[in-house]
């Protein structure tokens, strides 16, 4: 795709060092160019320099494991400037409510001076030549798209600028740019949609350009509305099962009653297939799939249908079994408790459903020699590969649309939807818009694994000692491609030994934020054939929660008030500089009725760290709510502060409901919970009336922000409530009881 | 097959249906009416929430022939044309949406709401079942509050 006539930018500093890159122009009629790097890439690795001894994701997160794996395609990102003005950038990654569009078009509307109105951001289809380049997940995708997007949008800029200069025969550096236009010294202007074309045909090989000082930036930093919110409260934005695509008609799947039971006979196809509205009927992996007129039809279709079933995976298994195994699968201490002060502590965590709102969905039109995809997707080119292989046709016949979701959680790493929609579809040899009802959502789709947690700190003379954390879970499905990344950047990585693709997601995901003397955390999976996947903040909200929980028991061991033990103990200023915030701001230690506590956290991932406060009514501890939050957040670089802010209150949204009410019951085989009505995440009613959040002044790089929020509040909600109850809880969510009648199987 | 026929946002449809016909599918599959969403299908989470003759309905338990005669008012009908009702304005001044799919379903809680009751209570505004798996109740809350200072 490229073109002989290049330019550079450069880029210093930062996470991944100086490095220069080459832009290239796109065979286009308008302005379209691709930035790719010159430099081969340092690893990360070698710029930490923290004191003490660092754990792995000190040294390399996630996230720089998934940039690193990212950068040879990260020029594949593409920007067009059309002859209206308008600047057309496509997305690598799926928009699931995260607000990474808005964010990137800021970026782009920052570097070109141009209105943010004039730029549109679109989803990209699968793009199997970006490799590991499209995968939206480890609150990755602003930190890996900061610096291409704008070194993208800066060569744009810089060859605009270069086209009016020979438009006028003036010298580039005479003319500046603004509001979407070319100004020249004597006040002419030509705007970007005038020049595109000559720009997209200039020889311009010796043409650098560099992205603006991050001092400039006037948009980027800036409190901004979604740039999709207007079609969102008109009801114009398309989700995927909004869309018309020909043929495709409403379909459904009757699933088994256990998880991943098959097929054995449907004994009523003759009834069913002449219900009202029926269409077709077709035996597949995972169930029978009805299509008919409306979903209602096929609603009632399904639930119609007489099915013999052969059994599922787990189908002995209830949560009694799956807590005794956790608990023997954890790992043994180091330390022996005999011969110093200790505090131990064991804690149980639920499955959790991810419980989008918009439940699993696509639409697949699948043919004799091609296929077309529609569908949320956060692993699009895994999903495409899978596909086309489960279907019979080569990738390149197989095209995935990504669409805008509702919702994900973590759930749309994975494409079970869209795979069933094409096995469907070419069952059927139709079109099919494939929905999943909410109760096989629930039951049937992904959840966070339940887990188990031992805890030991030893200490003496007003030190941590040794800090020692066991982690057994249920095994998190990562096969999303996330093992090929692993694989691509091992050498990289700062673990060793043979682990294991979990073992390694947890050592670059979770760390201790505190000096606490010899730390070791480990984690040890119990595989059960279930349909699991990350969840927000995936390991951390239950390891990084337990562990707040841990540091306030530790801190009251040790005399100390909780918010003075972490000042203590956090590892570093920026740390210190966000919980004292939150300490100022949420009037930390004031008086509070009987019933009523104030409970704080603390959490650091991904270059971004956090502190939360809350304070909980638990006059009746078997109805707490959370009243108040003040939150604090270091992300390093803020994009766009309102979005921000949206994530955090997501992310304690979250904490709220799985610390206190919502979770999985699993009763042989299948999750008791088939709705919202018995699946407790949070309603207004739980939600706080106040809630105050402070973004940190923007001092560095962009850290990772989409999961940010859930640990610490975990912690926060479960200590204001143990400080309010005198009841420390030790199994999550902390009230859990079978408070309803579950639906058939 | 019956013919029902009603209004939805200012026109005039018929449709032939069975009687018993969730109005959600009536709506989304037959019509294209496409801003109420299924999120649950008995009335649970809230997400199809929309108006007949004004007040709020769950078009997935509300069977096609109750709108007979009647008007319906889903989001899409809302706005008056371009000029968005105080209640979108808010949503929008808040930035409160985030996936946005319950969006819908909760505005037009929040509209009949606020014809209810001019100035809701944070009890009356707790009492609004509808899920936002999102987690934006804290800007729902300052939404509702902001456009009934406005109307």
């Known amino acids: ?745 | 097959m019956p013919t029902y026929t009603f209004a939805v946002n200012g026109r005039t449809v018929t449709v032939d249906a069975p009687a018993d016909m969730p109005l959600l599918w009536v709506l989304r599959d037959r019509l294209g009416v496409t801003g109420p969403k299924y999120g649950c299908g008995i009335d649970v989470c809230k997400a199809c929430t929309s108006h007949l003759d004004g007040e709020a309905i769950n078009p997935c338990v509300v069977a096609v022939s109750e709108a007979a005669g009647r008007e319906v008012t889903t989001i899409e009908g809302l706005a008056d044309g371009d000029v968005l009702h105080p209640v979108q304005e808010a949503w929008l001044e808040q930035d409160v949406a985030q996936c946005g799919y319950c969006q819908p379903g909760q505005i037009m809680a929040a509209v009949a709401l606020l014809r209810k009751t001019a100035n809701p209570t944070d009890a009356e505004i707790d009492a609004i079942q509808n899920v936002c798996r999102c987690g934006t109740y804290v800007r729902i809350r300052e939404a509702i509050k902001r456009a009934a200072a406005k109307m």
């Open chain 1, 1 to 745: 795709m490229g073109d002989p006539t290049a330019s550079t930018t450069e880029l210093t500093g930062g996470a991944v060092g100086r490095r220069r890159f080459l832009t290239f122009l796109v065979a286009a009629p308008t302005l379209t160019l691709a930035t790719t790097n010159l430099v081969p890439e340092e690893a990360a690795a070698a710029e930490a320099g923290l004191p003490g001894l660092p754990q792995p994701a000190d040294i390399m997160d996630l996230g720089d494991v998934l940039i690193l794996a990212g950068t040879p395609t990260a020029h594949l990102l593409t920007l067009e400037v059309t002859e209206d003005g308008e600047a057309h950038f496509e997305l690598p990654r799926a928009e699931v409510g995260q607000g990474i569009t808005t964010a990137v078009a800021m970026l782009v509307a920052e570097e070109l001076d141009l209105p943010l109105a004039k730029v549109r951001v679109r989803l990209a289809d699968a793009r199997p030549e970006l490799l590991m380049n499209q995968l939206t997940g480890g609150s990755n995708t602003i930190r890996s798209v900061y610096g291409p997007v704008r070194r993208t949008a800066a060569a744009a800029r810089a060859r605009l600028v270069a086209a009016a200069g020979v438009r006028w025969d003036l010298a580039p550096g005479r003319l500046v740019t603004r509001d979407g236009a070319v100004v020249a010294p004597d006040g002419r202007t030509a705007t970007y949609g005038s020049l595109t074309s000559l720009a997209a045909t200039l020889p311009l090989p010796g043409l650098t350009a560099k992205p603006k000082p991050e001092s400039e930036h006037t948009l980027v930093g800036t409190p901004t509305s979604r740039i999709d919110a207007r079609a969102m409260v008109t009801g114009a934005m398309r989700y995927t099962l909004d869309l018309d695509v020909a043929g495709a008609r409403p379909t459904m799947v009757r699933r088994p009653p256990t998880i991943n039971g098959t097929v054995r006979s449907v004994n009523n196809e003759t009834e069913v297939r002449a219900m009202p509205g029926v269409i077709d009927l077709a035996v597949v992996p995972t169930g029978v799939a009805v299509m008919a007129e409306t979903f209602g039809q096929a609603l009632d279709a399904k639930d119609a249908l007489d099915v013999t079933w052969n059994g599922g995976t787990v189908d002995s298994l209830s949560d009694a079994d799956i807590r005794k195994r956790l608990r023997a699968a954890a790992l043994p201490f180091a330390v022996p408790p005999l011969l110093t002060l200790h505090v131990d502590a064991e804690f149980d965590f639920a499955f959790v459903s991810h419980a989008p709102l918009e439940t699993n969905c696509a639409i697949a039109d699948v043919r004799e020699d091609r296929a077309e995809i529609w569908a949320g997707l956060k692993s699009a080119i895994v999903a495409k590969q899978t596909i086309a292989a489960a279907i019979g046709l080569p990738e390149d016949r197989v095209t995935v649309h990504v669409r805008q979701s509702g919702g994900s959680f973590g759930r749309r790493l994975f494409f079970d939807g869209a795979l069933e929609a094409a096995q469907i579809s070419k069952a059927m040899a139709k079109p099919v818009k494939l929905m999943w009802s909410r109760i096989d959502d629930m039951r049937h789709g992904r959840a966070r694994p339940a887990t188990h947690h031992k805890i030991r700190a030893t200490y003496a003379l007003g030190r941590v000692l040794t800090y020692e954390h066991r982690v057994a879970a249920v095994e998190t499905d990562l096969r999303h491609g996330l093992g090929e990344i692993l694989t691509a950047t091992a050498a990289s990585l700062p673990v060793a030994g043979n682990l294991s693709f979990a073992q390694t997601v947890f050592l670059t995901t979770v760390k201790v934020p505190y000096d606490f003397g010899v730390v070791t955390e480990l984690l040890n999976e119990v595989p059960l054939k279930m349909h699991t996947a990350s969840w927000r903040s995936v390991y951390s909200a239950n390891t990084r929660g337990a562990e707040e929980i841990l540091v306030d028991e530790l801190a009251k061991k040790m005399g100390k008030d909780p918010v003075a033990f972490r000042r203590t103990f956090l590892k570093t200023d920026r740390q210190r500089r966000v919980l004292d915030k939150v300490a100022a701001e949420g009037d930390w230690g004031r008086a509070m009725p009987a019933g009523f506590a104030q409970g704080v956290g603390f959490h650091d991932e991904y270059k971004s760290c956090t502190a939360c406060l809350v304070e909980i009514d638990a006059r009746d501890p078997d109805e707490p709510r959370v009243v108040r939050a003040v939150i604090a957040a270091d992300v390093g670089r803020p994009i766009n502060p309102r979005g921000l802010e949206a994530q955090l209150l997501g992310g304690l949204t979250d904490a709220i409901s799985t610390t206190l009410r919502a979770g999985l019951h699993i009763d042989r085989g299948l999750p008791l919970e088939g709705s919202y009505s018995q699946f407790h995440y949070a309603r207004q009613k739980d939600s706080p009336l106040d809630v105050r959040i402070f973004i940190m002044p923007a001092g560095g790089e962009p850290g990772g922000a989409g999961e940010l929020g859930v640990p610490a509040a975990v912690g926060a909600i479960a200590n204001a409530y143990a400080r309010a109850t005198g009841i420390r809880p030790r199994s999550f969510p902390i009230n859990f009881d079978v408070d309803f009648t579950p639906f058939p199987r």
